[in-house]
């Protein structure tokens, strides 16, 4: 698994979305701030995936063709908890994502 962003990894060519949160933009932010918080989320992801190996358990596909899938243990809350993601959830319709750049 290799860690893409804050909210998103590939298993070999395969591009999975976690689900639960959603982390700052890290390829197209808005502002300075929101890179600097996807770089942290990043960072951190890569540090669970390391550290917790977890387990993928895929849920679907979404709209952009990405494998829909959680993980166990779910890194989300301690993501949250830093202030560098946010609970993010579709049911069927989403929560609206939040402006990293003027939110504090």
Partial sequence: MVVIDGDTISVG????????????????????RELELAIQAKEFLTRWMV???PILIRTGVDRYGRTLARIIPDPGPALVARGIAEEYICNPRCLRKKDWCNAR
């Fill in 51 to 53: 550290e917790k190996r």
């Fill in 13 to 32: 060519h395969e591009r999975v979305r976690l689900q639960g949160f959603n982390a700052p933009e890290l390829h197209s932010p808005a502002c300075a």
